[in-house]
């Protein structure tokens, strides 16, 4: 599937408060908590509790939250499909990020290891 500068327009304005109560439902649908969930976004973003708080209060977009995160070096082992995409073929870095995130997401709502999503060894 290739991604359309239309696509990528579209990431770069949605807000993250948008999509967090998303992400919430998802890992607590399937027994994963909220702290676990802020472990895996602080892992690729860098941001702390209260960083997200404000992002999630102020509306912040997708473009100026990751241009202000400090992501992981670990980031592009994130690999696999999301939402349709290989993960490690977006070349529009933003819409990477987006799906780094998304694929993480995913990762902790499936079950998987903490010290596997967060790349670790």
Request: with cysteine.
């Amino acid at each position: 599937m290739r991604v359309t500068p239309e696509h990528n327009e579209k990431i770069a304005k949605m807000t993250f408060s948008s999509v967090y109560p998303h992400y919430v439902a998802k890992v607590e649908k399937k027994g994963r908590t909220v702290e676990e969930l802020h472990q895996v976004i602080s892992w690729l973003t860098g941001y702390d509790e209260e960083q997200l708080q404000k992002f999630i209060l102020q509306k912040t977009t997708f473009k100026d939250f990751f241009e202000q995160a400090d992501i992981h070096p670990n980031a592009h082992l994130i690999t696999g499909v999301i939402c349709g995409y290989r993960v490690e073929e977006i070349e529009y870095p933003l819409t990477r990020q987006v799906r780094y995130l998304d694929k993480l997401v995913d990762e902790l709502a499936k079950g998987k290891a903490m010290e596997k999503i967060l790349r670790a060894g």
